[in-house]
Nanobody, 122 residues
């Protein structure tokens, strides 16, 4: 599985962005798709996941709950991260990842894409 994330950019606080992650390979629908981020000087942290093994339920970090949504289009091998009401603390490189039994821990994911930078100016 190869993943490619895009859609990052520079926005002002309060704005929105939608990140897209496309996957190559087979059986996309069998993979939980997660989003992680890494801010400068900080460790990579979980953001959101669309959990394949749980009927595509979604799960979010507390820091983004209510502001971010995650969705997937299995026909297009694509997962989206809709980010609303962005704040400066959301500034980070965002990564998408795929794993069959994954939820919120980076070690549960088998495949990672290159990141896309999101910068939120206050």
């Amino acid at each position: 599985v190869q993943l490619q994330a895009f859609g990052g950019g520079l926005v002002q606080a309060g704005a929105f962005l939608r990140l897209t992650c496309t996957a190559s390979g087979q059986n996309f629908r069998d993979y939980t798709m997660g989003w992680f981020r890494q801010a400068p000087g900080k460790e990579r942290e979980f953001v959101a996941a669309a959990i394949a093994w749980s009927g595509d339920s979604t799960y979010f970090a507390d820091s983004v709950k209510g502001r971010f949504t995650v969705s997937r289009d299995n026909a297009k091998n694509t997962v989206y991260l809709q980010m609303d009401s962005l704040i400066s603390e959301d500034t980070a490189v965002y990564y998408c990842a795929a794993g069959k039994l994954a939820v919120a821990h980076a070690g549960e994911y088998d495949y990672w894409g290159h990141g896309t930078l999101v910068t939120v100016s206050s």
